[in-house]
């Protein structure tokens, strides 16, 4: 979630019902909350959690660093639990109708903890795969098993959020329908 920046974007731009949010920082989920009270959006449109994605519950051990490239590999003193998208869909009770995800390395890992969901919702996926070997090689891959007979398009493309960095590749993946 950094600091609800992507959130912000789309709860004053597509309208979503609301929008559920995970970040591993602490201090970026203080700022995220400050962002949307200065930005007047209601607190029943957004949920920021302070707990990180992965392929299943467990906790790990960050530097809250409160910066955009805080993850599970800067090792710390703070102790961040974990979830799996899927667990947190079910318990609650949501329609999931878009995902992105930028967890700064851990995307296949993410992208293992959210099969049920696209199964049962087919979303929309906005999925990074710029940080690592593994992410760039392996989700699309994994994700094409997981869409099979789902009707997916898949499309893989480099964005430039900002002038001055050198962009992002990103995998797109939709129902066709929305072609």
């Avoid at 959006?41 to 960050?62: P, Q």
Wanted: proline residues 4%; aromatic residues 8%; contains cysteine.
């Amino acid at each position: 979630a950094y600091i609800g920046d992507t959130a912000l974007v789309y709860l004053k731009h597509y309208n979503p019902k609301r929008v559920h949010s995970f970040e591993l920082s602490g201090k970026n989920c203080e700022h995220y909350k400050k962002i949307m009270k200065d930005n007047n959006i209601s607190s029943d449109r957004f949920v920021i959690n302070h707990i990180g994605l992965s392929d299943r519950r467990k906790s790990v051990e960050i530097d809250d660093c409160g910066t955009q490239s805080t993850s599970i590999h800067s090792s710390g003193v703070e102790v961040v639990q974990l979830t799996d998208i899927d667990s947190y869909v079910l318990e609650h009770q949501l329609n999931v109708g878009f995902i992105k995800a930028d967890v700064e390395g851990e995307g296949l890992l993410c992208a293992h903890g959210m099969v049920e969901t696209i199964k049962r919702n087919r979303p929309v996926l906005c999925l990074s795969i710029y940080h690592n070997p593994e992410e760039f090689w392996e989700i699309k891959p994994f994700l094409d098993n997981v869409i099979v007979g789902l009707n997916y398009k898949v499309v893989i493309e480099k964005h430039i959020p900002f002038p001055q960095r050198q962009g992002e590749v990103v995998l797109f993946a939709y129902p066709m329908e929305l072609d």
